[in-house]
């Protein structure tokens, strides 16, 4: 089943493009990473599914138009859309009272047991809570209501290791399962590698690769080239290459090059796939010519 | 690499299966009605701590009386003296009341934008229609209940004050409570409160409501400088006061000066009776613009992001 299913989505601030016409399908049960540096257009198109923002073209979100039917939607749609949007004047209790109240979908009884492992205490205001503590709090809200789309725009932004960790962690043993969907945007793209089903890369306002992490597994390979082989390494027209200690690092396409075969390459050095960020970086900064900001 | 095999071995807490009923749009005003009140708690403490303080007042103002009283029973003069002290203090608690509807009707779509929680409660399958109701029921309804309230049982215990005050000084109590007709007064209030500051003042409101939902910054002089504007112009232009003379009668005139002059007098009833107030065009004029403020700040809200 078909979560999010968009057409030609475009959207414009003044002269500035945020989305050039892009087309996106995300099916139920996937984790979608949608990686890009800032300004590529992530939050607008994530604003645009959530119904916060108008666009052109076509949308639907569960079957609903996002703008016209935000209130309907987001009975099966959560998302976090930042680390510090809880209002800071609300009481713990406050909070889950007032979802409680307002949501048809949410387990009062699921967020008290998710808050009984934090240390977050009931009457405590949420301008005195960490940062930390405001994002735990946040995800034990979302978690305990049986959304089918859940979505989360730098989720972890300004938030310690071991809070990012803990934060995906508890996503996906106490939340995620077959019938859920989750599309998460972040800098931090090392903590997503092995949550992700699917990636996609966006740059300008265009969606500049999508595919799924199987996909890039057998797609991409990266080489650490022996000393003597960087020559016949580079013949085979590496998409990207660094240097690391002294050593090339080259990075394959054999998507778009079908010359390249995986035995030949390991004779060349130690291949392995790449990480998110060296893929980001090869993929998006070729495209802009300039590698931006792919992990920070 | 495995990308998420483990999440999908681990995923032990399913929480499918029992499907939820619909929250009616009673239950979302109501929450919403309360939200309000948890994040704004100077609509109920801000009148309850001026009848706080006019209550103290007018415990000097007794002892300082209680000197010059003799012992002769209750003229009509201290009746009409208690009588003007009941109206100065539901005119205390009714001017904050007001005070606090404005500047929270002003607050009450920016702030939400400015300190990015919007985010949040755009979250949560709520209409922009029935948050902005509940915000502007707060001035219109939950204010002026409240006012009464709080008037109600400020009279009260200024007349338990007297009452006891007066007790050895061989003053007629009982004409005391008598006298002030308590329940009538009570009644022209709350009539007073839900027909003018409910209805009466409902455009005053949708207007600050929607400035607030449109504001980029600084919603009070956006409210307040265009109408102060519009004024100045007219009167260098035309001549004229219209906007003034509008906004004028808006606030001071209209159905509350017909109902002091039917405060004392002896057709109580006939007061109650809505007719008159209800036959006014101003009303039906104000309401008809509240209408269409609240339309528009019902849109904006749609359109508006954090700032």
């Known amino acids: 089943m078909t979560v999010i299913e968009a057409r030609g989505l475009r959207k414009a601030f003044g002269t500035t493009i945020a989305l050039d016409g892009i087309d996106l399908r995300v099916d139920e049960g996937r984790i979608l990473g949608l990686i890009g540096p800032n300004g590529a257009g992530k939050s607008t198109a994530l604003n645009a599914i959530l119904g916060l923002t108008q666009y052109h073209g076509e949308l639907r979100v569960l079957g609903r138009d996002p703008w016209n039917e935000r209130d309907q939607l987001m009975r099966d749609v959560c998302f976090i859309a930042d680390v510090a949007v809880l ?81 995906y962690d508890s996503l996906l043993n106490d939340y995620f399962d077959r019938s859920r969907t989750i599309v998460v945007t972040t ?110 | 690499m495995s990308t998420q095999s483990n999440a999908m071995t681990e995923s032990s807490i399913q929480s499918q299966g029992t499907t939820p009923t619909e929250i009616s749009f009673a239950r979302a005003m109501y929450w919403s009605i309360r939200r ?33 009283i003799g012992t002769a029973s209750l003229g009509p003069a201290q009746h009409d003296l208690l009588a003007t002290r009941y109206e100065i203090s539901a ?33 949560l399958p709520v209409s922009d229609l029935t948050v902005v109701l509940s915000k502007l029921a707060i001035p219109i309804l939950i204010l002026p209940l409240l006012s009464f309230a709080i008037t109600l049982a400020t009279q009260f215990i200024m007349l338990a004050l007297s009452s006891v005050m007066l007790l050895g000084s061989g003053v007629n109590i009982a004409s005391l409570w008598t006298g002030a007709s308590f329940f009538k007064v009570s009644l022209v209030l709350l009539y007073h409160l839900l027909t003018v500051h409910g209805l009466y003042y409902a455009p005053i409101y949708g207007w600050l409501l929607m400035v607030s939902a449109w504001a980029p910054r600084a919603p009070f002089i956006w409210a307040f400088l265009p109408p102060f504007v519009i004024c100045g112009v007219e009167k260098i232009a035309f001549n004229t006061t219209y906007l003034l003379g509008l906004i004028e009668e808006r606030l001071i005139g209209g159905p509350d000066s017909s109902m002091v002059e039917h405060d004392h007098a002896q057709d109580f009833a006939g007061t109650l009776i809505p007719h008159h107030f209800f036959s006014m065009p101003g009303l ?20 508006r992001g954090p700032i």
């Open chain 2, 284 to 303: 039906w004029i104000g309401l008809a613009m509240a209408a269409v403020f609240l339309f528009v700040a019902v849109r904006l809200r749609r359109y």
């Open chain 2, 91 to 123: 005119s205390l608690i009714m001017g904050t009341a007001l005070i606090v509807g404005i500047f929270y009707s002003l607050d009450a779509l920016y702030g939400e934008r400015r300190d990015r929680s919007i985010l949040f409660w755009k979250s």
């Open chain 1, 87 to 167: 209002p800071r004047w609300m009481r713990v209790s406050q909070a889950l009272d007032y979802v409680e109240g307002v949501h048809p979908r949410f387990d009062r009884s699921k967020a008290e047991g998710l808050l009984a492992k934090t240390t977050i205490k009931r009457t405590s205001k949420i301008r005195h809570l960490s940062k930390g503590m405001v994002a735990q709090l946040h995800l034990a809200l979302v978690m305990a209501i049986d959304a089918r789309l859940l979505v989360l725009d730098e989720p972890t932004l300004g938030l310690d290791i071991l809070f990012r960790k803990q934060f």
């Open chain 2, 36 to 68: 309000e009140i948890w994040e704004n708690r100077s609509i109920y403490v801000a009148p309850l701590v001026a009848a706080a303080l006019f209550l103290f007042g007018f415990l000097i103002n007794m002892m300082a009386m209680r000197r010059h």
């Open chain 1, 187 to 296: 800098h931090q793209v090392e903590e997503l590698q092995h949550i992700l089903t699917d990636l996609m890369f966006m740059d300008r306002g265009r969606i500049v690769l999508n595919c799924t992490m199987d996909e890039i597994e057998s797609r991409y390979v990266e080489v650490m080239v022996h000393p003597g082989q960087v020559a016949a390494a580079r013949a085979l027209k590496p998409i990207y290459g660094r240097q690391v200690f002294g050593r090339s690092i080259l990075l394959f396409d054999s998507g778009t090059n079908q010359n390249i075969d995986r035995q030949q390459l390991a004779a060349l050095g130690e291949a392995r796939t790449p990480s998110i960020a060296d893929l980001f970086v090869a993929v998006v900064g070729n495209q802009s010519g300039m590698a931006q900001g792919a992990a920070q």
